[in-house]
């Protein structure tokens, strides 16, 4: 039981650690990490405005439907057998504390 304790101690920290940091990037306000635009100040007329930015989306490309559908099966097997693993071991370590208590 000790052994659980010591894993799960720092993982609760890690974890506390974690959801804090992500609430304080949740919490910035947008316009606190918006860059400044150059050129800008005046009184805002279409004179002082900056010229629009062109942009333009790339669309070719990407990961095929086929690929995600075999990365997700392929995780799915792989948690699967961790699992049993560990079911297995612990199962065993049961087995080895039953014999050595009785």
Do not use: H, K, N, Y
Request: net charge positive.
């Amino acid at each position: 039981m000790t052994t659980i304790r010591r894993i799960l101690r720092p993982a609760a920290l890690l974890a506390a650690l974690t959801t804090i940091l992500a609430a304080c990037g949740a919490a910035i306000p947008a316009f606190a990490s918006a860059a400044l635009v150059p050129g800008g100040g005046g009184g805002g007329g279409p004179a002082t405005s900056p010229p629009p930015v062109i942009v333009r989306t790339v669309t070719v490309g990407g990961t095929p439907g086929w690929q995600i559908a075999l990365l997700v099966a392929g995780a799915a097997v792989l948690a699967a057998a961790v699992a049993v693993l560990l079911d297995r071991l612990r199962t065993a370590r049961r087995a080895q504390l039953a014999a050595a208590a009785g």
